[in-house]
Nanobody, 127 residues
Framework: EVQVVESGGGLVQAGGSLRLSCAAS????????IGWFRQAPGKEREGVSC????????YYLDSVKGRFTISTDNAKNTVDLQMNSLKLEDTGVYFC????????????????????WGQGTLVSVSS
């Protein structure tokens, strides 16, 4: 059974950092495109970042470029999202999702279209 579980969320002051982790089971992170999404209260879910090792692709939402970094840890079979210089508008529930396609599909599709997604982890940025 393929599964992803997010961790690492929490409360942080603006300007601070958090590292989210998406732990995969039932598949290898190098073989899938894996994306991070977020949903803020009252707003639509948006794709934040994606990594696709087999095709060599990465994606970042414009508003997080230069602040967030996505990476894979093959030993742990995780995809991590390092978030620096956090802003109030980064607040939301962060989900990871995985699919054997590519980042274009992952970032533009609804979660239900993708093979697997997690329950999310809450990131709260305070002033």
């Amino acid at each position: 059974e393929v599964q992803v579980v997010e961790s690492g969320g929490g409360l942080v002051q603006a300007g601070g950092s958090l590292r989210l982790s998406c732990a995969a089971s039932g598949f290898t992170v190098e073989d899938y495109a894996i994306g991070w999404f977020r949903q803020a209260p009252g707003k639509e879910r948006e794709g934040v970042s994606c990594i696709d090792k087999k095709n060599g692709g990465t994606y970042y939402l414009d508003s997080v470029k230069g602040r967030f970094t996505i990476s894979t840890d093959n030993a742990k079979n995780t995809v991590d999202l390092q978030m620096n210089s956090l802003k109030l508008e980064d607040t939301g529930v962060y989900f990871c999702a995985a699919d054997p396609s590519d980042c274009t599909v992952v970032v533009t599709s609804t979660l239900s279209y993708l093979e697997v997604w997690g329950q999310g982890t809450l990131v709260s940025v305070s002033s």
